[in-house]
């Protein structure tokens, strides 16, 4: 009689799936990551080509969580998450493929992607590999628990600075962000020789800017994509967004600023022009055409296009990304970063203005520098034309939005 009471409360202790409707969608991308839990900072799983079959079990905001296989482990169901942004709910024209074969295809786990990335950045990236490696060494790891509990003790700061209304429909908070393999190894490969030029060794400082920028990421429409953010040495008041979501701030722009909010609307700023691909669209656009399964194969075994025509394409995109690091944008890419920056930070909860701050606080620094040309990295572009117009907009649509600085948290990092 014990035994079977016994039996019974260890039956009921085993946690078992709600039975829920279950349906099918289908992957769009040609790179369809999935990962061990509802975000990106959760460990990659692996990667699915464009074509795949997916059942669906349960939805999480902008995640849902599927079916890898009719007989694993629960474990094992509840660890496979994939962003919505990947999937369609149409059959595509082409042949489907087949999830058990394309999850456990070579091709699909985390260390052939990062093989082929890291590949992509020594080939066409136009650096070498001691380079690489060493940048893939300094990239900083966020632990789920962390970046949580880091979330939480944001939001519990902004509680006291709540929205008063609904935000407008904008793009910056929709803007979905389809980065190929080929783009992100040729960024990381950029990203490499920019590096070179010497970065801050202060791991606790950078922690706290790529969670700044996790945050960030999550209040936009590519909240399943992880960028990657990087403090340069220098005297210069300088940020710079390079394809892949690399990002590249001075130590000297983040003593700049005076609180939480201005260091994320700096973030921010440049998370709107790898969003935007200000500077490579048109390139952009040709690399498209790269498939998943072009970029893990070598390229003369490609299908539909001469060797030729693609290495090219490949060399065009890392000489045009890597120059637009190193010249000016366009006044209007600049102003619509801001823009989208400020959207960004209130969706978030952080004070919109804090755009409109930096730019007056960049302003006085620039006006009194001996070397205009070395410290306006904007390159004679007038900084209050940026002004009026993000004045401007948080006047038409921000009014009403209230933020949070977090004035203490970043003296207290800052270590001020």
């Not at 085993?14 to 975000?39: A, D």
């Not at 087949?98 to 985390?110: F, G, Q, T, V, Y």
């Not at 656009?285 to 072009?294: A, F, H, P």
């Not at 490609?302 to 490949?314: C, F, K, R, S, W």
């Amino acid at each position: 009689m014990i035994r079977d009471l016994m039996k019974i409360v260890v039956l009921l202790t085993i946690p078992t799936l709600p039975v829920l409707p279950q349906t099918i969608e289908y992957t769009k991308r040609t790179k369809n990551e999935v990962r061990e839990g509802p975000g990106s900072y959760y460990r990659l799983l692996a990667v699915l080509p464009r074509g795949v079959a997916i059942t669906i079990l349960k939805r999480q905001e902008g995640w849902v969580n599927f079916l890898r296989g009719e007989k694993k482990a629960q474990q094992e169901l509840l660890a496979a998450w994939m962003s919505k942004n990947c999937l369609i709910d149409k059959k595509p024209n082409d042949v489907l493929k087949d999830l058990k074969i394309e999850w456990n295809s070579p091709k699909a786990s985390p260390s052939s992607i990062a093989a082929a990335i890291r590949g992509f950045a020594v080939r066409y990236g136009r650096t070498k590999p001691p380079a690489v490696d060493s940048l893939l060494n300094l990239q900083e790891t966020i632990e789920p628990e962390e970046y949580l509990r880091f979330k939480q003790e944001t939001k519990t700061g902004m509680r006291g600075a709540a929205q008063q209304k609904a935000l407008p429909a904008e793009e910056a908070l929709l803007t979905d962000y389809d980065v190929t393999i080929a783009e992100e190894g040729i960024g990381l490969g950029i990203a490499s020789r920019v590096a070179a030029e010497g970065l801050v060794n202060d791991p606790k400082l950078s922690k706290y800017v790529n969670l700044i920028a996790t945050l960030l990421m999550e209040s936009s429409g590519a909240y399943d994509t992880q960028v990657k953010i990087y403090i340069t040495r220098g005297e210069a008041i300088n940020a710079v967004a390079i394809p892949g979501g690399h990002i590249f701030i001075t130590k000297k722009i983040i003593d700049m600023c005076n609180d939480e909010a201005e260091l994320a609307g700096v973030i921010a700023h440049e998370i709107m022009h790898v969003l935007y691909n200000h500077g490579v669209k048109e390139i952009h656009q040709r690399l498209n055409n790269i498939k998943m399964d072009e970029a893990m194969a070598e390229l003369d075994e490609e299908a539909g296009e001469q060797p030729g025509e693609v290495i090219q394409e490949l060399e065009d995109f890392a000489i045009e990304a890597y120059e637009t690091v190193n010249k000016p944008r366009l006044l209007s890419y600049e102003a619509e970063a801001d823009r989208g920056a400020a959207f960004l930070l209130a969706e978030t909860g952080y004070d919109p203005r804090a755009v409109g701050r930096m730019l007056l606080n960049m302003r006085e620094v620039v006006g009194k520098s001996p070397d205009i040309e070395k410290e306006n990295p904007f390159l004679h572009r007038d900084i209050q034309k940026r002004y009026d117009k993000i004045l401007a907009v948080i006047q038409k649509s921000l009014a009403q939005t209230k933020g949070a600085m977090n004035a203490e948290r970043f003296r207290k990092e800052m270590g001020r």
